[in-house]
C-alpha cells in the first residue's frame, strides 16, 4: 500500500467533499418535490381563467376533510369540537373549521327580500313564461301538502316563488349543532371540519406528522373519515419513501452478500459501495444545485442508476479475481477504455433527455449523468489506492465454470431453431398487445383505507369533482350570456332519457340575472300572476277577499326597481362556494367557475367545451393524462436519439459492425421487455421508456465487457452476472411495490436485465475478436 | 320504526292528562313497514277568514317514502321520494331540505327514536290515548315551528304543527291499515317520481 496518498484520491477526496457540501447546504427544507404534475411545463389557458383555476385547486390543494360519527347530532358536534382541537394543537394546521353561524339563512332570507320578485329559480323562470298557471297549481298543493304553511309566510310569498328561490340557493343545507355542520347517514350523524394545512409547498417532514396525526385521531374515533389533496400526496410520498429504502436497503443486503461470497472480503463490498454511494451524492449535488429541489420520480430512477454504477467496480474487481497478480493500477489501464467507452456511451445517451421540453426529465438527464461519473471517478481514482493487497482467494473454478456457460450457451441457442422462432412469435404477439397507458389515476394509487374513506365522504357529502367548467367573456353582458349557454347545455345533459351525462351542475347565471333580465322577470310577473285574473282567482279560493288583492298588489308595486347587481347579490348570499367561483371582472372581462357534480359520461360533457368562445373544461386529471402520453411519446423518440448518439460513440470505438452488434445488446432486451410486457399487463406509460433507458446504459456495459479480448472474458462475463444478480434482486422487489410507477419500474429493468444478460453473450462476444479494447 | 293501528280521534278531550314515559308508548306502537290511510287536513291561518281544510289518502312506506294525494278541494299529489320532492310532476327541494322531510316522516309513523335528538319530547296520557308535545332543540327549527304535537290510541292518529305567529295545522288520520306490501299501482308511483 502506498504511504503517500496519490493524487488521484486527493483529486476523489475534493469531489466528495464538494458533492457532499453541497447536499448538505440544499436538503436542508424543501428538497424533495413529491408532486407529480410539477415535471409537466405549465397550463396554456389564457390568464384570467388560469388564476380562477389555481384559485379553485388551491383551496382544495391545501385542505383536509374529516367526518366524525356520533349517535346524536350533539354527540357528533362534541366529537368534532375535540378533533378541532386535537387538530390545532399538533400545528400542522393554518386553519380548522367551520364554524357555521345558525343565523347565516335567516340574513339571507333578511337581505334578499326586498329583492323577491326580481329573483326567480331556474324552474320558476321557465314556468313562468311557458305556463304561469302551473305556477298556481303548484302553491295550491304546496299549501295542501303534508307541511302546511304559517300565515306569515304566506303573506310575503302567497305562490311560494320566494321559497323555490332560496331552496335553489341552497340545495343540500347541513344540519348545525353547535355551529358544526353535520352530515347524516340515517343513523347515525357526522361532524364536519375542515382543516387547512400550513404553508403552500406540503414539506415532507410535515407529511409523515400529518400521517402521524391520522393515525392517532383514528385510534380515538375508529370509525372516522378523512381525505384531502394533503393525506394524498403524503401517503403516496410515505409508501414511495419506504418502499424505495426498503428496496434501497434490501438491495444493499443483496449486492454485501453476493459480494462477501465471490470475494471472500468485506472490501471489494465496501469500495462498491463508496462508488456507488459518491455517484448518487454526485447526482443529488448536481441536480439539487442546477433545479434547486429533486422531483421524486429523478429520485426513484435515480434509485435505480445504483444498477449501472456499480457496474465499474464489479469490473474491477472480476478482473482482478481473474488476474490477482497484476497490481491494482495496471488493472485500469486495461480497463480503462471499455469502461470510458460504457461511461461515454451511457452518459451521452442520458444527455438526451435532457432535450426534453420536460423540467422533470431534464433533472433525471443531470442526476444520471452526474451519478455515472462520479461512480466513474471513484473507480478509476480512489480504487487503485483503496482496493488492498491481491485477493487471497481467486476463485478459478467459479471462473471456469463461468467461462463454460458464456460459451456453451450461444451455441446451445443456435442449435435450437425451432426454439428461436417460437421466442420470435412470442415477441412479436407479445409487442402486439402493447397498447399506452397514460392514465394518470392508474399511477396514483393511494393506500386501500384512504380510498374507502374517500368513497365514504363523497357518498355522505357529495361534493363537486376535479372537472369543472371555467367561462370568460370581454365584458359582463357577453360572460353572463355564455354561461347561460352554457348552463341550458347542461341541463339537457342531465336531463337526457338515455342516461344523464352528469346529475347537476351550479352556475352562477342560474341564480343570478343580469338587471335588465331581472326587471323583465319583474315585469312577467305582473303581468302573468300579480295582476291577472288568476291570481285573484287564486286568492277567492282561499276565502279571500278585495283587501287581501289589493295588499298583495301593493306589496309587489312598491318593490319595482328592486334589482340587484352582481356583488350585492353575492355578499347578500353570503355563500363562501358561490363567491368563489366568482372570478370578477378587469379590463380583459369577466370570469366565473360552473361546478359539476355526478360526473359519469366526461366526454359527452367535455365536449361542451368551446375555448374560442370562452368557455373552457378544466379537467386536471385528464390534461395531466394527455401530457403524459405527450411526454411518453417525446421521450420514446429521445430514446431512439439516445441510441443514435450511443451508437455514434460505439462505430467511432470499435466500427460500424460491431457497434450495431453491441448496441443491438440492449435494443433486443428493450424488444423482449416490451414483448413481456405485453403479456403480462398490456399496457406501458412514461415510467416503461423511462425504465429503457436505464436498460440502454446497462445493456452496452454487458455488450462491452463480453466483446473484451478472448482472455478477459471469463472475469468479463462474471462481473456481468454478478452485476445482473444484484441489480435484478433489488429490481425484482421494486416490483411488489404498491405504488403502481415503482412496480412498473420495477418490473421493467427486471425482465430487461435479465435479458440483457442473456443475450450479450450471444450478442457482443462474436466474433471473435483480435486486437484488445 | 313503529306504525300502529290507530283510531279516528278528536282532539279536545276533558281527561286529564296523566304522565307517561316514552317507552311506554313507544310500546304502543304497532310496528309495521307501510302505513296506508285517509286523511283531513285543516289549516288555521289567521288571515284567512276560515281554515283551508283538505281531504285525501297518503301512503307512507319505509325507506320508499310518502305519496300524499289530495282529492278535495283541487285533486293535486305530491310525492316525497329520497329526501326530492315531486309536486304535480316538478321536481323540487325541500323547504328545510331532506332534514325536514325525514322528521314529517318520523312524526307519520311516531318513530320516537329517531325524533328524540331533534325534538325535546313530553309524553302524556288522555283516556286511552298517549299524546307526545314535541318541542324542537335548534333554533333555526324554532324559529318556523314552535312545536309539533301528537297522538293516538296505537299509532298516531292526529299530528298538529305550531307556527310561531299562533298559526297551526291539524291533520287527522282515518282508515289507517298496515298492509304488508304496497300494491301494484303504489309501486308504480314510488318508481316513476315525475
Same mark, same amino acid.
Given at each position: 500500500?502506498?504511504?503517500?496518498?496519490?493524487?488521484?484520491?486527493?483529486?476523489?477526496?475534493?469531489?466528495?467533499?464538494?458533492?457532499?457540501?453541497?447536499?448538505?447546504?440544499?436538503?436542508?427544507?424543501?428538497?424533495?418535490?413529491?408532486?407529480?404534475?410539477?415535471?409537466?411545463?405549465?397550463?396554456?389557458?389564457?390568464?384570467?381563467?388560469?388564476?380562477?383555476?389555481?384559485?379553485?385547486?388551491?383551496?382544495?390543494?391545501?385542505?383536509?376533510?374529516?367526518?366524525?360519527?356520533?349517535?346524536?347530532?350533539?354527540?357528533?358536534?362534541?366529537?368534532?369540537?375535540?378533533?378541532?382541537?386535537?387538530?390545532?394543537?399538533?400545528?400542522?394546521?393554518?386553519?380548522?373549521?367551520?364554524?357555521?353561524?345558525?343565523?347565516?339563512?335567516?340574513?339571507?332570507?333578511?337581505?334578499?327580500?326586498?329583492?323577491?320578485?326580481?329573483?326567480?329559480?331556474?324552474?320558476?323562470?321557465?314556468?313562468?313564461?311557458?305556463?304561469?298557471?302551473?305556477?298556481?297549481?303548484?302553491?295550491?298543493?304546496?299549501?295542501?301538502?303534508?307541511?302546511?304553511?304559517?300565515?306569515?309566510?304566506?303573506?310575503?310569498?302567497?305562490?311560494?316563488?320566494?321559497?323555490?328561490?332560496?331552496?335553489?340557493?341552497?340545495?343540500?343545507?347541513?344540519?348545525?349543532?353547535?355551529?358544526?355542520?353535520?352530515?347524516?347517514?340515517?343513523?347515525?350523524?357526522?361532524?364536519?371540519?375542515?382543516?387547512?394545512?400550513?404553508?403552500?409547498?406540503?414539506?415532507?417532514?410535515?407529511?409523515?406528522?400529518?400521517?402521524?396525526?391520522?393515525?392517532?385521531?383514528?385510534?380515538?374515533?375508529?370509525?372516522?373519515?378523512?381525505?384531502?389533496?394533503?393525506?394524498?400526496?403524503?401517503?403516496?410520498?410515505?409508501?414511495?419513501?419506504?418502499?424505495?429504502?426498503?428496496?434501497?436497503?434490501?438491495?444493499?443486503?443483496?449486492?454485501?452478500?453476493?459480494?462477501?461470497?465471490?470475494? $471472500?472480503?468485506? &472490501?471489494?463490498?465496501? !469500495?462498491? @459501495?463508496?462508488?456507488? *454511494?459518491?455517484? +448518487?451524492?454526485? %447526482? =443529488?449535488?448536481?441536480?439539487?444545485?442546477?433545479?434547486?429541489?429533486?422531483?421524486?420520480?429523478?429520485?426513484?430512477?435515480?434509485?435505480?442508476?445504483?444498477?449501472?454504477?456499480?457496474?465499474?467496480?464489479?469490473?474491477?474487481?472480476?478482473?482482478?479475481?481473474?488476474?490477482?497478480?497484476?497490481?491494482?493500477?495496471?488493472?485500469?489501464?486495461?480497463?480503462?477504455?471499455?469502461?470510458?467507452?460504457?461511461?461515454?456511451?451511457?452518459?451521452?445517451?442520458?444527455?438526451?433527455?435532457?432535450?426534453?421540453?420536460?423540467?422533470?426529465?431534464?433533472?433525471?438527464?443531470?442526476?444520471?449523468?452526474?451519478?455515472?461519473?462520479?461512480?466513474?471517478?471513484?473507480?478509476?481514482?480512489?480504487?487503485?489506492?483503496?482496493?488492498?493487497?491481491?485477493?487471497?482467494?481467486?476463485?478459478?473454478?467459479?471462473?471456469?465454470?463461468?467461462?463454460?456457460?458464456?460459451?456453451?450457451?450461444? $451455441?446451445?441457442? &443456435?442449435?435450437?431453431? !425451432?426454439? @428461436?422462432?417460437?421466442? *420470435?412469435?412470442? +415477441?412479436?404477439? %407479445? =409487442?402486439?398487445?402493447?397498447?399506452?397507458?397514460?392514465?394518470?389515476?392508474?399511477?396514483?394509487?393511494?393506500?386501500?383505507?384512504?380510498?374507502?374513506?374517500?368513497?365514504?365522504?363523497?357518498?355522505?357529502?357529495?361534493?363537486?369533482?376535479?372537472?369543472?367548467?371555467?367561462?370568460?367573456?370581454?365584458?359582463?353582458?357577453?360572460?353572463?350570456?355564455?354561461?347561460?349557454?352554457?348552463?341550458?347545455?347542461?341541463?339537457?345533459?342531465?336531463?337526457?332519457?338515455?342516461?344523464?351525462?352528469?346529475?347537476?351542475?351550479?352556475?352562477?347565471?342560474?341564480?343570478?340575472?343580469?338587471?335588465?333580465?331581472?326587471?323583465?322577470?319583474?315585469?312577467?310577473?305582473?303581468?302573468?300572476?300579480?295582476?291577472?285574473?288568476?291570481?285573484?282567482?287564486?286568492?277567492?279560493?282561499?276565502?279571500?277577499?278585495?283587501?287581501?288583492?289589493?295588499?298583495?298588489?301593493?306589496?309587489?308595486?312598491?318593490?319595482?326597481?328592486?334589482?340587484?347587481?352582481?356583488?350585492?347579490?353575492? *355578499?347578500?348570499?353570503?355563500?363562501? %362556494? =358561490?363567491?368563489?367561483?366568482?372570478?370578477?371582472?378587469?379590463?380583459?372581462?369577466?370570469?366565473?367557475?360552473?361546478?359539476?357534480?355526478?360526473?359519469?359520461?366526461?366526454?359527452?360533457?367535455?365536449?361542451?367545451?368551446?375555448?374560442?368562445?370562452?368557455?373552457?373544461?378544466?379537467?386536471?386529471?385528464?390534461?395531466?393524462?394527455?401530457?403524459?402520453?405527450?411526454?411518453?411519446?417525446?421521450?420514446?423518440?429521445?430514446?431512439?436519439?439516445?441510441?443514435?448518439?450511443?451508437?455514434?460513440?460505439?462505430?467511432?470505438?470499435?466500427?460500424?459492425?460491431?457497434?450495431?452488434?453491441?448496441?443491438?445488446?440492449?435494443?433486443?432486451?428493450?424488444?423482449?421487455?416490451?414483448?413481456?410486457?405485453?403479456?403480462?399487463?398490456?399496457?406501458?406509460?412514461?415510467?416503461?421508456?423511462?425504465?429503457?433507458?436505464?436498460?440502454?446504459?446497462?445493456?452496452?456495459?454487458?455488450?462491452?465487457?463480453?466483446?473484451?479480448?478472448?482472455?478477459?472474458?471469463?472475469?468479463?462475463?462474471?462481473?456481468?452476472?454478478?452485476?445482473?444478480?444484484?441489480?435484478?434482486?433489488?429490481?425484482?422487489?421494486?416490483?411488489?411495490?404498491?405504488?403502481?410507477?415503482?412496480?412498473?419500474?420495477?418490473?421493467?429493468?427486471?425482465?430487461?436485465?435479465?435479458?440483457?444478460?442473456?443475450?450479450?453473450?450471444?450478442?457482443?462476444?462474436?466474433?471473435?475478436?483480435?486486437?484488445?479494447? | 320504526?313503529?306504525?300502529?293501528?290507530?283510531?279516528?280521534?278528536?282532539?279536545?278531550?276533558?281527561?286529564?292528562?296523566?304522565?307517561?314515559?316514552?317507552?311506554?308508548?313507544?310500546?304502543?306502537?304497532?310496528?309495521?313497514?307501510?302505513?296506508?290511510?285517509?286523511?283531513?287536513?285543516?289549516?288555521?291561518?289567521?288571515?284567512?277568514?276560515?281554515?283551508?281544510?283538505?281531504?285525501?289518502?297518503?301512503?307512507?312506506?319505509?325507506?320508499?317514502?310518502?305519496?300524499?294525494?289530495?282529492?278535495?278541494?283541487?285533486?293535486?299529489?305530491?310525492?316525497?321520494?329520497?329526501?326530492?320532492?315531486?309536486?304535480?310532476?316538478?321536481?323540487?327541494?325541500?323547504?328545510?331540505?331532506?332534514?325536514?322531510?325525514?322528521?314529517?316522516?318520523?312524526?307519520?309513523?311516531?318513530?320516537?327514536?329517531?325524533?328524540?335528538?331533534?325534538?325535546?319530547?313530553?309524553?302524556?296520557?288522555?283516556?286511552?290515548?298517549?299524546?307526545?308535545?314535541?318541542?324542537?332543540?335548534?333554533?333555526?327549527?324554532?324559529?318556523?315551528?314552535?312545536?309539533?304535537?301528537?297522538?293516538?290510541?296505537?299509532?298516531?292518529?292526529?299530528?298538529?304543527?305550531?307556527?310561531?305567529?299562533?298559526?297551526?295545522?291539524?291533520?287527522?288520520?282515518?282508515?289507517?291499515?298496515?298492509?304488508?306490501?304496497?300494491?301494484?299501482?303504489?309501486?308504480?308511483?314510488?318508481?316513476?317520481?315525475?
Amino acid at each position: 500500500m502506498p504511504r503517500r496518498v496519490s493524487p488521484g484520491l486527493l483529486l476523489w477526496l475534493v469531489l466528495v467533499a464538494l458533492a457532499a457540501t453541497a447536499c448538505g447546504v440544499k436538503l436542508q427544507g424543501t428538497w424533495l418535490d413529491s408532486d407529480l404534475l410539477s415535471m409537466l411545463p405549465d397550463n396554456p389557458l389564457p390568464d384570467r381563467v388560469r388564476t380562477l383555476t389555481e384559485q379553485h385547486e388551491n383551496r382544495f390543494a391545501d385542505r383536509t376533510l374529516w367526518l366524525v360519527p356520533g349517535d346524536n347530532a350533539e354527540q357528533a358536534a362534541a366529537h368534532s369540537r375535540q378533533l378541532r382541537e386535537l387538530l390545532n394543537t399538533s400545528d400542522l394546521f393554518r386553519e380548522t373549521g367551520p364554524q357555521l353561524d345558525p343565523e347565516q339563512l335567516t340574513r339571507r332570507y333578511q337581505a334578499l327580500r326586498a329583492h323577491r320578485f326580481h329573483l326567480l329559480s331556474p324552474d320558476d323562470r321557465r314556468r313562468l313564461n311557458k305556463d304561469p298557471q302551473a305556477l298556481v297549481e303548484n302553491a295550491r298543493a304546496r299549501l295542501f301538502g303534508p307541511f302546511g304553511v304559517s300565515g306569515d309566510q304566506w303573506r310575503g310569498d302567497p305562490l311560494f316563488l320566494f321559497e323555490h328561490y332560496l331552496q335553489a340557493l341552497a340545495p343540500f343545507s347541513l344540519e348545525l349543532a353547535d355551529g358544526v355542520p353535520l352530515a347524516t347517514d340515517g343513523e347515525r350523524y357526522w361532524g364536519v371540519t375542515t382543516a387547512t394545512v400550513r404553508g403552500g409547498g406540503f414539506a415532507l417532514d410535515r407529511q409523515g406528522r400529518l400521517l402521524d396525526l391520522t393515525r392517532r385521531a383514528q385510534v380515538r374515533w375508529p370509525d372516522l373519515q378523512v381525505t384531502g389533496a394533503p393525506l394524498y400526496t403524503a401517503a403516496g410520498a410515505d409508501s414511495a419513501r419506504r418502499e424505495i429504502s426498503t428496496v434501497g436497503l434490501f438491495s444493499l443486503a443483496a449486492v454485501a452478500s453476493l459480494f462477501l461470497i465471490i470475494f $471472500a472480503g468485506p &472490501r471489494p463490498m465496501l !469500495l462498491s @459501495l463508496v462508488s456507488v *454511494a459518491t455517484g +448518487l451524492l454526485c %447526482g =443529488l449535488a448536481a441536480t439539487l444545485w442546477w433545479f434547486g429541489q429533486i422531483q421524486l420520480l429523478a429520485l426513484v430512477f435515480g434509485a435505480g442508476l445504483i444498477g449501472v454504477a456499480v457496474d465499474y467496480s464489479i469490473h474491477f474487481f472480476c478482473l482482478r479475481l481473474d488476474q490477482p497478480d497484476l497490481p491494482p493500477r495496471q488493472l485500469l489501464r486495461l480497463l480503462w477504455a471499455p469502461l470510458a467507452l460504457a461511461l461515454a456511451s451511457s452518459v451521452l445517451g442520458y444527455l438526451a433527455m435532457g432535450l426534453a421540453a420536460f423540467p422533470g426529465l431534464r433533472q433525471v438527464a443531470m442526476f444520471s449523468a452526474a451519478g455515472l461519473a462520479g461512480a466513474w471517478l471513484t473507480v478509476m481514482l480512489a480504487l487503485p489506492s483503496l482496493s488492498g493487497p491481491a485477493p487471497a482467494v481467486t476463485r478459478q473454478r467459479l471462473l471456469a465454470r463461468v467461462g463454460v456457460w458464456r460459451r456453451a450457451w450461444p $451455441a446451445w441457442c &443456435r442449435r435450437r431453431t !425451432l426454439l @428461436l422462432a417460437v421466442a *420470435a412469435l412470442l +415477441l412479436a404477439v %407479445g =409487442l402486439g398487445r402493447l397498447v399506452p397507458d397514460d392514465d394518470v389515476r392508474h399511477y396514483q394509487s393511494p393506500p386501500a383505507w384512504l380510498q374507502a374513506h374517500g368513497e365514504r365522504i363523497q357518498a355522505l357529502l357529495p361534493r363537486g369533482g376535479s372537472r369543472y367548467f371555467v367561462v370568460h367573456g370581454a365584458t359582463p353582458e357577453q360572460w353572463w350570456q355564455r354561461e347561460r349557454a352554457l348552463s341550458e347545455q347542461l341541463n339537457a345533459l342531465e336531463r337526457r332519457r338515455d342516461g344523464r351525462a352528469l346529475q347537476g351542475h351550479r352556475a352562477i347565471s342560474d341564480l343570478w340575472q343580469p338587471p335588465e333580465q331581472q326587471s323583465a322577470v319583474y315585469r312577467a310577473l305582473g303581468e302573468r300572476l300579480y295582476q291577472h285574473p288568476r291570481f285573484t282567482e287564486y286568492l277567492q279560493q282561499l276565502g279571500l277577499g278585495d283587501d287581501s288583492l289589493a295588499r298583495q298588489r301593493r306589496a309587489f308595486d312598491q318593490a319595482a326597481g328592486a334589482t340587484l347587481p352582481l356583488n350585492a347579490w353575492l *355578499a347578500a348570499v353570503n355563500d363562501e %362556494g =358561490l363567491s368563489a367561483q366568482w372570478g370578477g371582472c378587469d379590463t380583459q372581462g369577466c370570469t366565473s367557475l360552473v361546478q359539476l357534480t355526478g360526473l359519469s359520461q366526461p366526454s359527452a360533457v367535455a365536449a361542451l367545451a368551446q375555448p374560442r368562445q370562452g368557455r373552457y373544461f378544466i379537467d386536471r386529471a385528464g390534461a395531466i393524462s394527455t401530457i403524459l402520453g405527450a411526454l411518453r411519446e417525446h421521450l420514446a423518440w429521445l430514446l431512439l436519439g439516445a441510441y443514435l448518439l450511443s451508437g455514434l460513440v460505439l462505430m467511432a470505438a470499435r466500427g460500424p459492425a460491431r457497434a450495431l452488434r453491441l448496441l443491438g445488446v440492449p435494443a433486443l432486451a428493450s424488444v423482449s421487455t416490451l414483448a413481456a410486457l405485453g403479456w403480462l399487463q398490456g399496457g406501458y406509460g412514461l415510467i416503461t421508456v423511462l425504465a429503457l433507458y436505464l436498460l440502454l446504459g446497462i445493456g452496452i456495459d454487458y455488450a462491452i465487457f463480453f466483446s473484451q479480448p478472448e482472455t478477459r472474458r471469463n472475469a468479463a462475463a462474471l462481473a456481468v452476472l454478478l452485476s445482473a444478480a444484484t441489480t435484478s434482486l433489488s429490481f425484482g422487489l421494486l416490483s411488489l411495490s404498491d405504488t403502481r410507477l415503482v412496480a412498473d419500474f420495477g418490473l421493467t429493468l427486471l425482465i430487461g436485465i435479465i435479458s440483457a444478460a442473456l443475450i450479450a453473450p450471444l450478442l457482443a462476444a462474436r466474433p471473435q475478436p483480435r486486437a484488445s479494447a | 320504526m313503529k306504525y300502529l293501528a290507530g283510531l279516528l280521534l278528536l282532539l279536545a278531550s276533558v281527561a286529564p292528562a296523566a304522565e307517561l314515559n316514552l317507552e311506554q308508548v313507544a310500546e304502543r306502537l304497532p310496528d309495521a313497514p307501510i302505513l296506508r290511510a285517509d286523511f283531513r287536513q285543516q289549516q288555521h291561518l289567521a288571515l284567512l277568514p276560515k281554515p283551508l281544510t283538505a281531504t285525501g289518502d297518503l301512503v307512507l312506506a319505509r325507506d320508499r317514502g310518502l305519496l300524499w294525494t289530495v282529492c278535495t278541494p283541487f285533486e293535486s299529489e305530491i310525492k316525497l321520494i329520497g329526501g326530492t320532492l315531486y309536486s304535480d310532476g316538478e321536481a323540487s327541494t325541500l323547504p328545510g331540505g331532506e332534514a325536514f322531510a325525514q322528521r314529517l316522516m318520523d312524526v307519520l309513523s311516531g318513530n320516537i327514536e329517531a325524533l328524540e335528538p331533534h325534538f325535546n319530547i313530553r309524553a302524556s296520557e288522555q283516556g286511552e290515548e298517549w299524546r307526545l308535545q314535541l318541542t324542537p332543540r335548534n333554533d333555526a327549527l324554532a324559529r318556523v315551528l314552535t312545536g309539533i304535537r301528537l297522538g293516538g290510541k296505537h299509532g298516531p292518529a292526529f299530528f298538529r304543527l305550531d307556527y310561531p305567529n299562533g298559526d297551526y295545522s291539524i291533520t287527522h288520520l282515518s282508515n289507517v291499515e298496515y298492509p304488508q306490501r304496497l300494491s301494484d299501482d303504489e309501486e308504480r308511483r314510488f318508481a316513476t317520481p315525475r
